[in-house]
């Protein structure tokens, strides 16, 4: 255990760097520990899942790099940069320039997301309007191109279509189009497929694959499912409880995963071609609402293999080759409790 | 249509069930429209088994689940439950049979009632059927909650004060309080966390092998219903294109869209998910407002030929359990080396 750092290596190739992210929510005289002490870097072209089950606080990681959260949020103690740049201490104006034309989104309803008054023309031409400056002809043959981009069929046609007049799963595609018309460096998708048939599912995590490479973009998927999460990334962060509890690459993760609760995660989902046999290893009880910053781990109550330890004091997340841990089992506690 | 008629021990038979909506002219127009959302379904449940019933949505499987359960009143077909007819019962035999057949809904949030008390909600069953009252029902709710792991301390309680998992586990218990023999799942679990679900998934499973239940179980995500399913019919705008047992179903699919349901599913295993196994098939599911001739599929189907445009191809029973509605489904089995969802997939 010499060599673990406490925290992730810093890449020189790094796109996006977040270090110690936390954010709170104040509501009804109570506050929410949504996200706390959240680090990770994101190097050039690579994708990274973020996965982790509802109120892990993985949407509000996506939505506070994008600096969208509500204004009953607070994002203390943190740094955002994006090449260099601190995005937390941007003014709005400086932060709009980055929106769509450096990080863009996409969620994961798309017929909330589009206006329903707009058609998908319309959609387009004031993105293309507000992040490149093309009108008219341009703006049209551009639109076009993005379009068949996401391979809509007849995108000439599909122009002057309503949100309502498209399935869901084209609606996504739509989305992905306007997400991409601003050549952004990163793409955040929460949740792109969530909505949608599996086997458009299927079809959405592809583009997103294809994108990636052929854009040369860097992608953060956030998605409760370990599956979606695998298909697209290079690494993957696991989060439980507002925390990083686990930080490797795909194959580490899912094939050798060392947090207890990666590891109830997956022996918990049944697998399409696995042993029906044996019964799902179901995790007892339910993620709690964190009412107070956490002091120790918060997966302890639920966790098959907690110590003493494990309900005292908040385990680090240490990388030992390059695969981050936040547990005491995993890491070791003799005599190494952290002050 | 139908796989076999001679009911081993089945508990419910259906046959050629038909559930279309909104039969009716629109204003302005003469051309008469309607949403064929089962359009001739059959199958049966024998006894203490549990039948998944899976495809995307708009497929028609809630709208079986909601006939098989006299939620709606069929177009046509027949639904026998224990060799009696139950489409147009008399509401005697109505209310005997309602309580042989309950329900469990997808959303545990909407289906309490969030100003009554646990207790109140469990007993509720019991007081209308005449079956306990007071201490006895007191007893019996005890008891029902503790067969689905919650503590008796839930009884004085609101439904808000309990998590997803937790609300299914008491809508479980309503649906038991009666002792039914089969219940109906519409998608219990996919309101619920990953965590949660393997509880719920497991509880079901304990519940059947204590109580002989028999489950028609209704969802879309593929590997829950393999994992707790015995038998599993695949559904596609409004049809069953195939029918097996779960093991042999998801081994060998016959059917092109079960091919494609079943590689569409996303693996854990990245090196699976990379390999180019992972086969995906083009084009949207059509509208159910207005299907496609002949087999629903062809729109999408990699192997269709001029014949699946116009013929309608019937559910061929190889065995029986396993059925297949499709016109080439031996030529395929035969040629899956050259299977062109992947070998598509290879060239790009």
């Known amino acids: 255990m010499a060599e673990s750092v406490p925290v992730a290596p810093q890449d020189a190739a790094s796109l996006l760097s977040v270090r110690d992210l936390s954010v709170c929510f104040h509501a009804k005289g109570e506050t929410v520990h949504a996200v706390n002490g959240v680090s990770f870097d994101l190097a050039r072209g690579e994708a990274i899942g973020i996965v982790g089950e509802s109120g892990s606080g993985k949407s509000t990681v996506a939505l506070a790099i994008m600096q969208l959260l509500a204004p009953a949020a607070e994002i203390s103690g943190s740094h955002v940069t994006l090449e260099g740049r601190d995005l937390l201490a941007m003014n709005p104006r400086a932060m709009r320039q980055v929106r769509g034309r450096e990080i863009a989104l996409v969620f994961q309803d798309p017929m909330t997301a589009l206006n329903p008054v707009l058609t998908v023309g319309q959609h387009m031409q004031e993105a293309l309007y507000l992040h490149e400056g093309l009108k008219g002809q341009a703006a049209f043959i551009r639109s076009v191109e993005l379009l068949n981009l996401v391979g809509i069929a007849a995108p000439e046609s599909r122009l002057s279509a309503y949100p309502h007049q498209l399935s869901g799963g084209m609606r996504q595609r739509v989305m992905i189009a306007l997400a991409v018309s601003g050549n952004p460096k990163l ?22 694959a294809r994108l990636r490479d052929e854009l040369d973009m860097s992608i953060i998927l956030v998605s409760h499912d370990l599956g979606v999460v695998a298909s697209l990334s290079d690494r993957v962060l696991v989060m439980y409880g507002g925390t990083v509890v686990e930080d490797a690459t795909a194959e580490q993760v899912l094939l050798y995963p060392k947090h207890p609760y990666t590891s109830a995660l997956i022996a918990a989902r049944p697998e399409i071609d696995g042993d029906r046999d044996v019964p799902l290893r179901a995790i007892p009880g339910a993620a709690g609402r964190q009412c107070e910053p956490p002091s120790s781990c918060s997966f302890a109550p639920r966790c098959p293999e907690c110590m003493d330890v494990c309900s005292q004091s908040l385990p680090p997340l240490l990388f030992v080759n390059g695969h981050g841990t936040a547990c005491w089992k995993v890491s070791g506690i003799d005599g190494e409790r952290i002050p | 249509m139908t796989a076999s008629k001679t009911a081993d021990n089945s508990l419910l038979q259906v046959d050629n069930l038909k559930v279309h909506f909104g039969q009716g002219r629109r204003l302005f127009s003469r051309s008469r429209w309607s949403v064929r959302a089962v359009d001739g379904v ?5 006894e203490g088994e549990t039948l998944g019933l899976v495809g995307e949505s708009g497929c028609g499987k809630s709208t079986v689940g909601r006939a098989v359960a006299q939620l709606l009143t069929p177009t046509s077909g027949m639904i026998s439950f224990d060799g009696e007819d139950v489409t147009g019962m008399d509401s005697a035999r109505e209310r005997r049979f309602r309580r042989d057949l309950q329900i469990v809904f997808q959303d545990p949030y909407s289906s309490l009632d969030p100003r009554m008390r646990i207790g109140a909600a469990i007993r509720e069953p019991l007081i209308i059927h005449g079956i306990a009252r007071g201490r006895e029902a007191d007893a019996r709710v005890t008891e029902l909650l503790d067969a689905v792991g919650l503590p008796v301390s839930a009884v004085e309680r609101y439904p808000h004060e309990f998590s997803g998992g937790q609300r299914q586990r008491i809508a479980i218990a309503r649906a038991l309080a009666l002792e039914p023999r089969l219940i109906v799942c ?25 109580r002989r239940l028999t489950f028609l179980f209704i969802a879309h995500d593929l590997a829950v219903v393999r994992h707790i399913s015995h038998r599993i019919a695949v559904m ?9 047992d779960s093991e042999t179903l998801c081994r060998e699919p016959l059917h092109p869209y079960t091919k494609a349901l079943f590689g569409a599913v996303p693996r854990t295993d990245p090196r699976a998910a990379r390999s180019g196994d992972w086969s995906v098939i083009e084009g949207e599911i059509p509208s159910p407002l207005n299907p496609p001739n002949g087999c629903h599929f062809h729109t999408r189907c990699p192997f269709a030929r001029e014949v699946c445009r116009h013929s309608d191809p019937p559910l061929e029973a190889l065995s029986k359990d396993r059925g297949v509605a499709c016109h080439f489904w031996r030529e395929i089995r035969a040629n899956t080396g050259a299977d062109p969802i992947k070998t598509k997939k290879a060239a790009t």
Do not use: M, W
Not at chain 2, 42 to 46: A, G, K, L, M, T
């Open chain 2, 42 to 46: 059959s199958f049966q449940i024998r």
């Open chain 2, 186 to 210: 519409d998608e219990p679990i996919s309101a619920l966390d990953v965590s949660v679900q393997a509880q719920i998934v497991n509880l079901l499973g304990e519940l059947q092998k204590r």
């Open chain 2, 236 to 244: 596609y705008l409004g049809r069953i294109v195939e029918t097996g």
């Open chain 1, 187 to 208: 793409l955040i998708a929460d949740e792109p497929t969530t909505a949608l048939d599996v086997t458009i599912q299927a079809q959405i995590l592809q583009l997103l």
